[in-house]
Every structure is written in C-alpha cells, then in structure tokens.
C-alpha cells in the first residue's frame, strides 16, 4: 500500500474565525468579557484579548470547551 500527499485546504487565519465567534456568541448569550472570565477560570484580560487580538491569542481545546458550555453552544460553532 502507498501513501500520498493528499491535498487540502486549511484556512489560514482559523484563530481569527475563533475569536469572532466567541464574540459573536457571547454577545448573543448576554454574557460580559467579565463574567465570561469568571465562569471559565480566567482572567478578564485573557478573554478581553482572546476577542480583539484577533486571532493572535490563542487558548487550549479545555479552554475552548468550557467557553462553550457556558455559551451554551457546541464547539464546532466556533470554526463556522
């Protein structure tokens, strides 16, 4: 059996994806940068900057997680 190359197309800004839509979604949700913080264990910097920098502060997939069970989304809406 032979392996190949195969060719596929990453975006390349998907942290800037992230970032918009963890805006977007807790925008949507009612949720301050504030409480967002306190609900995922962080600080309010991070999630300030997690959201403006766009794209360029990036978080671990349990971060991830826990921002969206407190948004009350799936992951997969962060990547759209």
Not at 16 to 35: F, H, M, P
């Amino acid at each position: 059996m032979s392996t190949y190359q195969r060719d596929f197309q990453f975006p390349e800004d998907i942290w800037k994806t992230i970032s918009k839509n963890i805006r977007k979604y807790r925008l949507q949700a009612g949720i301050t940068q504030e409480q967002l913080a306190v609900d995922i264990k962080k600080s309010y910097d991070f999630t300030r900057r997690l959201e403006f920098t766009k794209g360029k502060v990036h978080c671990t997939v349990e971060t991830l997680y826990r921002i969206s069970v407190v948004l009350e989304i799936t992951m997969d809406k962060f990547f759209e």
